[in-house]
């Protein structure tokens, strides 16, 4: 039974789940823990400003790629699905609280406990909560809108994310950082999903591959191009690295696209995939990402030439994976055995 609920599900986009949470972790690696290499690094260390500079342009589509799966799929509330996800992150919050205590690393106390379980502080859990709640709405609106409407509608939200997102940033859109792209990106998912765009559907996955690697060559070209002609300009670079740059969406949907087209069954990928929302968990936790992750990272960079670094850096990737599925499937027992209490009167799962 469990192994026929596993092959349920699409692997080619179960694959893509998997893939963009370590992508997280990869831009975390990189981007979050050194910031944009300055004009002066990339005169002293030019091998590894390039490598960082290439790592986060293959890796910024991260986020944008798990909303995309949302939007593909169609998030449709229930009391349960709800339950789970709170359920989720709370677990995570909990077991790595008393986890630093057990081991010395946080003395205990109330304001410690209420301040390290405060999963709303960061970003992404509550708009994507938001998203969440607001998806029946989106997808009745993709299913009846006429499709003049639709299209209409995706192309304000684009202008209005790349205007007042993108350039400016007014309205608190930072960047890609709010609902407002989550809903755009899950309009986008939706609509091709639900409304097949007859030259997209086209495409082979490997003309969509290409896209996504033009788009990472186009984010080098502005890079060096601001680095030979215009030195000044690299300050500003950082705005081509976040979620809302045409770039980075463009780049997104083709790399979605690709996994679409894929067409295979895999219990263990589908396995995996169904704990890829514990990697995000597991290694954003504050005292996690603030005292360990991100000092390793820089006494790695300092230590070791930039192959070494990289090296370290997948099997650091690829431990962190391992460590939060395993500890998943502790919440997944834990889970099944309180289940039942969100289960409707109808049986409703």
Known sequence: MANDKLLSRQSGMELLRIIAMLLVVIVHTDY??????TYDYMQSNPYKAFAMYLVDSIAI????CFVFISGWFGIRPKRKSFANLLFQIVFFNLLLYFGYVALGKQPFS??????????LEHWF???YIALFFIAPMLNIFVE???????????VALAVLELILGWTVDYLHIKGGYSLLSFILIYLVARTLKSRPIGFIERMSKWQLMGIYALCVGANMAIVYGSYFCYPAGISHIGRFFNYASPIVLVASFAFCLFFTKLRFKSVAINWIAASAFAIYLFHTDRLFLDRFFVDFCRSQLEANNIYVFSLIMVGFVLAIAAVSILLDQLRILVWRLIAPIFDSKKGEQ
Not at 32 to 37: D, I, K, M, N, Q
Not at 111 to 119: A, G, K, Q, R, T
Not at 144 to 154: E, F, G, S, Y
């Open 125 to 127: 859990i509550p708009t």
């Open 110 to 119: 109330i304001m410690s406990f209420v301040s390290h379980c405060n999963f």
């Open 32 to 37: 979050y823990t050194f910031g944009a290499p």
């Open 61 to 64: 589509i991260c986020v944008n």
């Open 144 to 154: 009846k809108a006429d499709k003049a409407t639709l299209r209409n509608v995706i």
